[in-house]
């Protein structure tokens, strides 16, 4: 079934067509990868789908709902999450309270039941706390659970903030390069976070560079360049296509 | 309201506009340069009135005292920059304003130490009765004021296009990091920025104190009207802070000549609020765009 | 183990000793003098643990809380002083009033971000300044609203310095209590979120406009709340008490004690209110050192505000934290 429903989607800035009449869909329980050359669009088109950008035409539907004029924090709250190609943590805060941020649209207490500690808040606050303990060990960044945000490994951010977009309960997570930075070891470590993350139910659209990882954990790919969609299909006829290889002529290799 | 009297009115707007063009002048070369406001920058125009009155207490010659007080309120400019806001220059634009209000605080509190809490009066830089023009009295010190900002913008403009300083200072304000491939000393620029910020509002505070006395809390007024000034015409823009210093000053002597002296205060405040609501670009700037 | 000890005492002991202290000083004394700085403080207390939210949790600077104290405490002297309403339906009055104020100048200020938002705010306090002389029918002008009514409930006047003084530190333990719940909680977490990367926030799901339309109204709200006790406290108010002056005074007060905390800008608001009254606690303190210290008042708060941006930019509440979370590392460490 076809969880997200793209449809002819436009932005231009200026004189720029950053995304050009794009069209795809993302079906429930998979993982897709979103890939192209550097300024092809893919942070743009995760930003129109988010809301984050306002298409100037073309629509989104989202498990059926039409998506047109919702407000990010709607959208996370009609269940898609984001993270962010410069990671945006909440430095001044430990990874535990990142991740709690995370749950804002699950959790019920208000400025008044916050400020009067009424019981049920009380009870609240633990099972969000056991839970963000829970989403740090899917991640694999359980031991900087109760350090600031800004003193975390740069590989671990990225996790941390995966972590604190499934805190949402997302049915559909848009990663934005989440293997940047990464070594090899920690590299295969996300992959198999992925595709647990995807075993859960979490249908997975992935913005990444590194093909041995897009090759490795993916359903289907999607191809931008230049804004256009120029190719979608499974991995390996992706990395036969003709146009995807003149794309990425003289950027790198994608078999690599 | 016949002829003469509206000469008279735009004449009183002028001259207040002029002053606010100085004063928003030196918000936008600051702003230019690093991208804040520099909320210390009324206190500029109030050392500017102050340190000149000090200096005809002293027994400078008038001419020397004028001078002297640019010259010392640039310096102060120089050195509250070097000493407050470069070691922090890497943070967040609100760090570096609330290093400039507690500047603002720490200028004017210093002020009334060292001159006293009363007002103070400069006297003309050329005395003598006011000029008649077509029925409307325009005093003599009107015409300095005049006369010193068309020379200060001139000077800014020939700074700005002419020399080798002026062109890094508007490539830094396109980007530092592009100025500073280019081999310019941005420190030096935003320094400088602040330095020529502070002799500006000085200029203002010094031309205008014969004529409306000077205290150490006049900086507030006259930080916040040159701000309306500067956001007026776009900030950043300094065609636009001239622009929109005769505006805002034309606009508030027409209130209190159609409206009433009362609320002569509160127009600048409220055409403050409205461009920042409505179209925080300026009049004249181009509307930007956010970027995720 | 001892951490956890020790936090506890920290969170629990420490604020119920202060309490205590509080209570037992109309035991101990009776100085009337003593008592009316004693309730500036509490005053200015409520006032700065509402700007803490908004500027140091939430990240939204506000130079223009003077005014939102002013519209509280006009508009509860107004309704008891003219009017006859009653004192707590007019204290509400202008608790809400303030808090519609915030909400006002909040909305069309969404769009804007650090400066420009200073400078709204700061143009707000100055508008309002101009109205409290000008509005004169109602704030009767540079002269001042006199005769404001004591406190009073029922038929229970509260119309000594102690009692007012019992009275504003009741509001305002009441009110920290409220907002240290406020900030341990989901709501407060998403105003440290908002502060820390409003583009992570809205990810979250937080939506954003309006939570800085909710902290700005509440913010607004206590400052009211504030200047509504004031003016009930010292049946005078005027103008120049709401200027711009105090506004900044106020943001010094939670950039000193350190934005992200409550305690630490409520620890700078007790010292710099105190400061030009210190003769109040120290009997022994000659007239000329007072004099000092009041004449160099704004100097203090001003290079302590620039000194601890440039030397300790979470304040002295960062100060703290880091410490704190450098000796946790070490103990991880060495285990």
Not at chain 1, 128 to 157: F, N, T
Not at chain 2, 189 to 205: C, D, K, P, R, Y
Not at chain 3, 281 to 307: C, H, N, R, T
């Amino acid at each position: 079934m076809s969880l997200l429903s793209v449809k002819g989607i436009s932005k231009r800035f200026g004189g720029l067509t950053a995304v050009d009449d794009v069209s795809f869909e993302v079906f429930e329980g998979t993982i897709k990868a979103l890939i192209g050359p550097n300024g092809a669009g893919k942070s743009t088109l995760f930003n129109l789908l988010t809301g984050f950008e306002r298409p100037d035409a073309g629509s989104v539907a989202f498990g059926g709902a039409p998506l047109a004029g919702k407000r990010p924090h709607e959208i996370v709250r009609a269940g898609m999450a984001r993270t962010f190609q410069n990671t945006q943590l909440f430095e001044e805060m430990t990874a535990t309270e990142n991740v709690l941020v995370g749950m804002h649209t699950t959790l019920r207490t208000g400025l008044m039941a916050g400020a009067l500690r009424l019981p049920w808040t009380r009870a609240e606050e633990r099972r969000a706390i056991e839970r963000s303990a829970h989403l740090l060990r899917l991640v694999g960044a359980q031991e900087y659970a109760d350090s600031y945000a800004a003193d975390i490994p740069h590989g671990v951010r990225r996790l941390l903030e995966i972590a604190r977009a499934l805190a949402t309960s997302p049915r559909l997570l848009l990663l934005d390069e989440p293997a940047a930075g990464l070594n090899n070891a920690e590299t295969r470590t996300l992959a198999s976070s992925l595709r647990r993350i995807r075993d859960d139910g979490v249908t997975l659209l992935v913005v990444e560079h590194d093909m041995g990882l897009v090759m490795d954990v993916s359903e289907e790919i999607i191809v931008l360049d230049r804004g256009c969609k120029i190719a979608e299909g499974p991995p390996l006829l992706i990395q036969k296509d003709a146009a995807v290889i003149e794309a990425y002529l003289g950027e790198e290799d994608v078999s690599a | 309201m016949n002829s003469a009297e509206l000469l008279q009115f735009v004449a009183s707007g002028l001259q207040n506009g002029a002053v606010y063009a100085l004063v928003a002048l030196g918000f936008t070369l600051v702003y230019a340069s690093t991208g804040i406001i520099n909320f210390a920058q009324g206190e500029f125009f109030m050392l500017g009135g102050m340190l000149a009155v000090a200096g005809v207490r002293f027994g400078l010659p008038l001419p020397f005292a004028v001078l002297a007080s640019v010259a010392g309120t640039a310096a102060i400019g120089l050195l509250f920059e070097r000493v407050a806001l470069r070691p922090r220059r890497d943070s967040g634009p609100l760090v570096l304003i609330i290093i400039t209000i507690g500047g603002s605080m720490v200028m004017k509190s210093l002020a009334r130490h060292a001159f006293g809490p009363n007002e103070l009066t400069l006297p003309p830089f050329s005395p003598g009765d006011p000029i008649v023009l077509a029925g409307a009295s325009i005093d003599r010190q009107v015409l300095w004021i005049w006369g010193l900002t068309i020379v200060a913008v001139i000077a800014l403009t020939f700074l700005y296009s002419k020399t080798k300083l002026g062109r890094a200072m508007r490539a830094c304000s396109l980007s530092h990091d592009a100025a500073r491939l280019m081999g310019i000393d941005t420190a030096r620029v935003v320094m400088i920025s602040f330095g020529l910020a502070a002799a500006l509002g000085a200029l203002g505070g010094v031309a205008v104190a014969p004529l409306t006395q000077t205290a150490f809390d006049v900086g507030a007024r006259a930080g916040l009207k040159g701000f309306a000034a500067a956001i007026l015409g776009g900030l950043g823009n300094p065609i636009g802070a001239v622009v929109g210093g005769l505006v805002l000053g034309i606009l508030e002597s027409m209130s209190v000549a159609f409206i009433s002296s009362t609320y002569k205060d509160a127009i600048s405040l409220v055409i403050l609020l409205a461009v920042l609501f409505l179209r925080p670009q300026g009049i004249l700037g181009k509307r930007g765009r956010e970027k995720v | 183990m001892t951490g956890s000890w020790m936090r506890r005492i920290g969170g629990f002991a420490l604020p119920l000793a202060a309490c205590c202290l509080l209570a037992a000083v109309p035991l101990i004394t009776n100085d009337r003098y003593l008592f009316k700085v004693l309730t500036f403080v509490g005053l200015n207390v409520i006032v700065v643990a509402g700007l803490a939210l908004l500027f140091g949790f939430a990240g939204q600077i506000s130079l223009g809380h003077a005014a939102f104290v002013g519209i509280g405490a006009y508009t509860c002297g107004y309704l008891t002083a003219v009017a006859g309403v009653p004192w707590p339906i007019a204290v509400l009055a202008g608790s809400v009033l303030a808090a519609f104020g915030g909400l006002l100048l909040a909305v069309p200020s969404l769009r804007l971000k650090g400066h420009y938002l200073a400078m709204a705010t700061l143009g707000f306090n100055e508008i309002m300044s101009v109205l409290f002389v000008e509005l004169r029918s109602i704030t009767g002008g540079n002269d001042g609203l006199r005769g404001i009514p004591f406190a009073s409930i029922g038929a229970w006047k509260i119309d000594t310095p102690s009692g007012n003084y019992l009275l504003v530190w009741a509001v305002a333990v009441v009110v920290l209590v409220l907002v240290g719940n406020v900030i341990r909680t989901r709501p407060g977490r998403a105003m440290r979120a908002l502060h820390g990367s409003e583009l992570g926030a809205m990810a979250s799901g937080v939506d954003t406009r309006g939570l800085k339309i909710q902290v700005f109204a509440l913010s607004a709200g206590l400052a009211g709340l504030a200047g509504a006790l004031y003016a009930s406290a010292v049946g005078f108010i005027s103008p120049s008490t709401f200027s711009l002056e105090f506004s900044v005074l106020l943001i010094a007060m939670v950039v000193v004690g350190g934005t992200g905390s409550l305690a630490g800008p409520v620890t700078a608001c007790v010292l710099l209110t105190l400061l030009p009254y210190a003769d109040a606690l120290i009997p022994g303190l000659s007239k000329d050192a007072v004099a000092v210290l009041q004449d160099w008042e704004a100097d203090i708060s001003g290079f302590a505000m620039i000194l601890v941006l440039l030397f300790a930019p979470g304040g002295v509440a960062g100060l703290v934290r880091r410490a704190a979370a450098a000796r946790r590392t070490s103990v991880r460490e060495a285990a």
